[in-house]
């Protein structure tokens, strides 16, 4: 009977594909957020971790069980590469939808455009800062899920954002660097249209 993935799956020795509870738990342990903190997340954030966790529990998860099911009912299941995969990526799966599941409960949703035109710096702030030798660089602060280095993104709990949060255009900052400290000066502060003005 053939295969329902499209590359081959060699089977594999159950000492390498056995995963203990363990292993699970510590994979469930979440990204910090501060001790009585919050948080916070940008409505489109909070929409594409709800997207994926409902894409994942609709579509992801049912085509895996099925997958499963079909790889039991053809015997061996310790020689079987289709079954033990399928096990696997299941496990992956419901680990990842109990971590959406958590972060979603504690999500504070915050919308950054109210403060567009402001100088100040709050959640969801792009602020263009000149580092120690005057170079101008930009980081937009999001929450900690949400946050993309590859788009500039920081996590509003990095020591960057930490310093940054509350200081207006102008303000010289001292971040504190693994090198020690430096001085920084914020040059400008931009937020997103409200959601009306697009």
């Known amino acids: 009977m053939g295969s329902f993935y499209e590359t081959p799956v060699y089977p594999m020795s159950k000492a390498f594909t056995k995963e203990s ?6 994979d469930l342990q979440l990204p910090a957020v501060p001790a009585g903190g919050k948080n916070y997340m940008t ?14 529990m609709d579509t992801e998860r049912p085509k895996i ?7 039991a009912s053809n015997g061996d299941r310790s020689e079987n590469g289709d079954y033990l995969y399928g096990k696997k990526r299941l496990r992956e799966i419901d680990r990842r939808i109990r971590f959406l599941t958590k972060r979603l409960e504690i999500a504070e949703i915050t919308e950054p455009s ?4 402001s ?8 602020v263009t ?3 120690p030798t005057g170079a101008p660089r930009s980081v937009r602060i999001m929450g900690i ?3 993309d280095s590859a788009r500039g993104d920081v996590s509003w709990v990095s020591p960057i954002a930490r310093t940054l949060l509350k200081s207006r255009v102008g303000d010289e900052l001292t971040l504190l660097t693994p090198q ?3 001085v920084i000066e914020v040059l400008q502060v931009a937020y997103p249209p409200p959601p009306d003005k697009l």
């Open 43 to 56: 409505p489109a954030g909070y929409a594409a971790l709800r997207a994926e966790l409902l894409d994942l």
């Open 145 to 147: 899920d949400e946050a």
């Open 180 to 182: 020690g400290p430096v």
């Open 21 to 26: 509870e363990a292993d699970d738990e510590e």
């Open 119 to 126: 100088d100040q710096v709050f959640f969801g702030a792009t």
């Open 129 to 131: 800062y000149a580092d």
């Open 114 to 117: 109210v403060h567009c035109g």
């Open 65 to 71: 069980v099925d997958v499963v099911h079909w790889a």
